[in-house]
């Protein structure tokens, strides 16, 4: 009867005393290199630490949007600033609508109120854990005016289905690409299949300057704009104190595009390298009963992996809870998590209105702001769901994926004794 149960030492889950896995770390992010510290070095030097049209941020602008085949692009402040940057420059606001998907990070639909416009959240497809085009389609009333899909954990949205829709309903496609740094879809990067394409560099994403974000567009008119939404309102034909519309100061500064340049140096070695450690785990963690790392679109050619995502089914766990598991994991010295723990749509500021709404201009009444009851069933479930790698943990070897294999095996050979303990 007991022969099943761990005996060893090495058995013992190390939640429950044993020796860990993995003692090693993983590498470390944000990646603090000779390359980084020269570029900072050199910003400092030089003497302009922020400008709107600096250098450094000139020279990052031009290389990071050519690199994703756009025309022009504008460093921000941070990525919630730059989706506010493209709605505003779109003329959004009070009394439209913009769909977002429920399974994403708090900025996709805060950016949306943040231009007194209304977020409307539709449910994200089975498979990859992006915003569903069916359902977005039967989100659109007369007031929609975009659509704003999140290439989540690095894996483009169904780019072709969504710009098909926004082209017959005349809506403006902006890409969260917040999770997709060199992500493409056939062949070509994500970022310029919109009119809009977006980014963070925070200092969990895959390039960073601690803090920043960028807007990309390929239309010319729109790209003036943007600039002026983030140069105080000021216009590049005007004088220093020549103020034409309301703006803000939402400039990257040089210390950070010098970073961000360095980095954007690495980014196609790191891709490929995540890409490798992607398939380790894939084979690896499948063969686990209960673990299934979530699918990949034939259409997607570069997938960006700010995360890598496996679902959890308790079940062939003995019942262990997902947080259990995790802890289990953690343990064993492999960083894990349960990803976003609910539906979007839930959170106190959308489920419990706490945001201006006389300013969306939309009634209480309209059925679209009564979040509260708003059930989106496969965003349900992956929040339920989902366990998450972050990044910097695929920038590891072969053998450091082995190890996350062998915790994985070792936790569901341990499944009933975690159960037992708890
Ligand atoms: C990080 C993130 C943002 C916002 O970026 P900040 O730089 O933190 O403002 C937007 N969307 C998604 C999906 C993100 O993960």
Redesign the pocket.
Known sequence: MTATRPTTDADRPALLGGTPVRSAGWPAWPPVNDAAVRAVTEAAEAGIWSAADGPMKTEFERAFASYHGARHGLGVC??????EIALKSLGIGSGDEVIVPGY??L??AT?VLGVNALPVFADVDPEYACLDPDAVEAAITPRTKAIIP?H?AGHPADLDRLADLAVKHGLALIE?A??AHGASWRGRRVGSFGIFG?W???A??NMTAG???MVVTSDDELAERAWSFHHCGRSRAGAWYDHGILGGNYRLTEFQSAILLAQLADLDEQLERRERSARVLDEGLARITGLTPLGRDPRCTTHGY?LYQFRYDPNAFGGLPRERFTAALNAEGIPASPGYGVPLDRQGVFAQRRFDQRATGFDPSYPATDYGRLHLPVTERFCAELVWIPQQVLLGSDADMADIVTAAEKVSAAADTLVEAT
């Open positions: 941070n990525g919630t600033i730059a989706l994403t990070f900025a996709t950016s999140v989540l969260d917040a999770h977006c963070s560099f925070q969990s994403k803090e920043g974000g700010h």
